[in-house]
Each structure stands twice: as C-alpha cells, then as structure tokens.
C-alpha cells in the first residue's frame, strides 16, 4: 500500500455514515464548517435484486464478507452492511423512543438495567427533531408505556385488513395493541413508499425508506462544505505526543494511505467498529486503546434478546404487504405472572419463503422451497425482544490477526423465556395452529450497542453525557456506542436523537 504524502485538513471528521454519523453530518452541515465524512462502503445500488428475497437471503448481496471471531476462535459472518447509510439502509425503519423508565435504573429477573446520564426529558426535544428528520409515522396516546410527547409528524400508516382484525382480536383479548412507529416516505404519493413486503431487510429500490443515505446524507452533501468519501476505511486515529488530542486520521483509500487532520473527529462506525477502531488506535499514552483510561472500551456490548415469531393457520391465507403496523407493550414493564419487565412485540415484515429456507436449511436441510413458500404463506410474522443486560465480559476485542473478536453470553433470559411464552400464548388465542419460533442467538449482531458507554464519572464510562471521550479533548463517539443499557425498544431513533444532541454542543463549543 503506497502513502500518499499529501496531508487534507478540514474542520470535522466524521467516521461512518450510519444513522449517528450520517444525522451528525446533516445538523452541521448547515455551518459552513468544513466536514470530511468518510464511510468504509459504497452507496447501495438502486437494482432489481434490491427487492429479490433470493439475493437478500440466499446470496447475502449486500452484507459484509468480512468475518469476525467468537469466543471459541470461530470466525463467523456478523449480520451488518457496510454502504452509504450503514445499516439503516436495511433496517425495518421502526423509530420508536426509549421509555420515560428506561432512562433510570429498572430491576429485571436477572439482573439490573443501569441508569442513564441524560433523562428522558433531556433527550425529548431531540426525540421530536428526530422524527421529523426520519419521517416517522404513528399515533401518539395509545401505547400504554408512551413516554410524554407531542403528537407524531406523521399519521400512522393503516394497518392492512388481516392485522386490523388481528388488533381487535388482541383488544378483545384486554391487551393494548397501538400503531408501531415507523419511517416510511410520503407512502401512496407518486414517488413514495408503495408499502410493499420488502422493507425489513431489504434496501429501498425507490428511496422512500427513511434510512440514513436518505434523510440525512443525500441532503447533508448537496451543502459544498459537506465531502463524502466512500470506499475509504478509517484504520488509526493519530494523537499527539501528549495524547491529549487526535491530531489526524488513517485512512484507506483507493490503494492509499491518507492522513487527514480536523480539530473534531467523530467516530461513528457501528458500536463494535467504533471500539475496534479506538483499540487500534492503541499509542504509549494508550496502552489499553485509546480513550481507555476505563478499560471499558469494548466491553458491555449488548444486543437485545430477539426472537422471530410466526403464527401459523392452515386455512388463513395472509395476502398482507406491509405487515409491519403493530406493537404492544404491555409486557414492557412487568408480566401476567411476573413483576419484572419482559420487553416489546411487534409485526413483522413478512417472511418470504427463500428466507426460510435459508434459516430452515441449518436446521433440517433439503425441504424443498415450495414447502416453505405454502407455509409462510400461512403465516403471520412477529418479533418479540427483550433487554440484553451489560455485562462486562461481553465485549469486542481485536483477535491476534487483526479481527475483530466478539465475546458474547446472552443474559436475561428467563424474561426472554417468559415474553416468547406470553406472546405464543397471545397469538395461540388469536387463532393460529402453530407458533414458530427462531432466535439468531448470539450471532445476531444487528442491535448492537453499549461498547462505549456515556456517564459522568471517568472510571466507570468512555463518554461524557455529550459523547465526548473523557481522556481524549477532541474525540467524539456518536453511534449506538454510548448506550448504558440497551431498553427492549429498536435503538435507531435513540441513536439518531442523541446525534442530534451532540451536534448542538460541538456546534456550540467548538465550531
Ligand atoms: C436488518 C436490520 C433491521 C434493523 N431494523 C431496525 C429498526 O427497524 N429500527 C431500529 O431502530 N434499528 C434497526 N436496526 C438497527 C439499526 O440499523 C442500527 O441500530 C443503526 O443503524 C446503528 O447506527 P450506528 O450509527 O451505530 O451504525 P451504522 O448505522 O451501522 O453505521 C456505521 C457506519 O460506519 C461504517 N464504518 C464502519 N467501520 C468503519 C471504518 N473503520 N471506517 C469508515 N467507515 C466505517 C459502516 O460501513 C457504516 O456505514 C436494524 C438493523 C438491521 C441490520
């Protein structure tokens, strides 16, 4: 790899475009400081194979080939994407807040969720902008745990005639069911959302997701101060003699080595990069990793505790689209038979049946497609998730040949246990002959967080409340890095408000 001798200097580097590092690159954008933003991947094609389930699921299209390490030395395929828009671009796009309650300390079955720095009230006004960034449809006042707020930008998308029954069905059971929340852009109009039954993993063919290439970066770059560059891999972050400070960043690009300099580096590579990436950056000053004083880097990476559902029903063809319009909490702070918090449910988009076989085939392999498209056919899908509680054990390290190594013990999961047998029984009284289940298990790296927490107190915390790093005066982390505790709620929107926070403290104090 040649280097490249020319140094490039701008006034904010932003490493990773995601839904921190894209929506950071939006709030400033209008500044006129000069932002480099720099993302490992490219911009996910628009193409046919956007929406083509076999692609997707079978061939991985658009996932990493990079593979990590578990515990036991085994090198595994991470369930990320590495694009413009990291992986907002394939998620569900649900953008719901964290509750009042999970902002303070929450008793579980197995252990505690620890208490934030900021509380609910703090982060609300930036909840709202959030919404408004990303579009977000839904109905305030009807979901029982629902936090104080405004009414939401948008009105909620409908649910479609199957799952408006279901609803009734799970209102007559004396549950409360409420519209989920979600991103979806100007759905119905000409050029908008056609709510079609590739939303959650998929990328948008149209571009009316509200995912972070969308919202954030497409607009952020029309700005003449705002530099994208992509395929361009962000490898150390270089202090001075002191320490103190990141003075520039490493970057991979096109077959060169660049070195770039900013007086703000924000790091905002997904919660397992970010702390791989400040490993990496190791110096004598830091010896544990940079910003490492804590010796927390890394360490409490959580996940939440997922579990795919489906109600099946012989006879009841589910012609649904969008399936994706139902939540209910009413288990989110304590069961029927349980004073702890068991976590969220919600619909899923719907499984196509190359994607279960792509699941079925690890378990019994050769059933033929048909079989699973006549089945999910049938189905009706959910996802019921609950807290993965810190634990220090859990956590990202960097494995002797340079990977990244993912120690990872779920917890919680008695909760976990209780919610997926309250949920069976839920959709057992709806009717449906069978409840399928699957978990990803440990390998299901799409929620990820915590890896670099924010607190007041050095010794136990990477990040002050603004995200800054404690040990380092210009270093920022604002990903899904910073969670003390990861709630049972989908983390985008959290993720996207804090960004915004931290947007207008950097923009106060140091541009
Ligand atoms: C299939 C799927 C469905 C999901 N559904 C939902 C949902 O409905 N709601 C929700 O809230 N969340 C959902 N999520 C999770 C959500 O996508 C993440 O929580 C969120 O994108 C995390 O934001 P982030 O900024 O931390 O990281 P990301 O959005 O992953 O962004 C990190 C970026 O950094 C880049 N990068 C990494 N390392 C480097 C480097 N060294 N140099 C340069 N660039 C680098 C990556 O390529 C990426 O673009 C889903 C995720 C998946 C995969």
Known sequence: MSRVSATERFDVIILGSGAGGG???HALAATGARILLV??????????????????????????????????????????????????????????????????????????????????????????????LYGVRG??????????????????????????????????????????????????????????????SFPCRLGAKSDAEVCAVIPATAFPNVTLWTGALARRLLTN?????VEAVEIERAGAVVRVEAPTIVVACGAVNSAALLLRSATDRHPRGLANSSDLVGRRYMAHLATMMQGFHPFRRNDTMFQKTVALNDFYFEGPDTPFPLGHVQSQGRTHGIMAKAVGDTIIPGIPLSAYDAWVARGVDWLAMSEDLPHPENRVTLAPDGRIRLEYQPNNLRAHDLLVTETTRMLKRLGFWKVMRHSHKAKNTTHQCGTCCFGTDPAVSVLDPFCRTHDVENLFVVDASFFPSSAAVNPGLTIIAQALRVADHIRATAL
């Not at 699921?57 to 413009?84: I, M, N, S």
């Not at 009414?151 to 069911?177: C, E, S, W």
Request: proline letters at 11%.
């Open 23 to 25: 929506t950071m690159a």
């Open 39 to 132: 993302e490992r991947g490219e911009a996910v094609p628009r193409e046919a194979e956007n929406w083509d389930p076999a692609s997707v699921w079978r061939d991985l299209r658009y996932r990493t080939r990079e593979t990590w390490v578990d515990q036991a030395g085994a090198g595994f395929l991470p369930y990320t994407h590495y694009c413009v828009g990291g992986n907002t671009k394939f998620w569900g796009s649900v953008l719901i807040r964290l509750r009042r309650e999970d902002f303070g300390v929450l008793r579980h079955v197995d252990g505690e969720s620890p208490a934030w720095p900021i509380d609910y009230d703090t982060l609300a006004p930036y909840y709202d902008r959030a919404e408004v």
């Open 139 to 200: 109905e305030a006042g009807a979901d029982p745990t629902e936090p104080p707020r405004g009414p939401f930008p948008h009105a909620p998308v409908p649910h479609a005639p199957m799952m408006q029954a279901i609803v009734n069905d799970l209102r007559a059971q004396g549950l409360r069911p409420f519209h989920l929340p979600i991103g979806v852009l100007e759905p119905g109009a000409d050029g908008g959302c056609v709510l079609c039954n590739t939303c959650n």
């Open 241 to 245: 003699p002191a320490g103190t400070r």
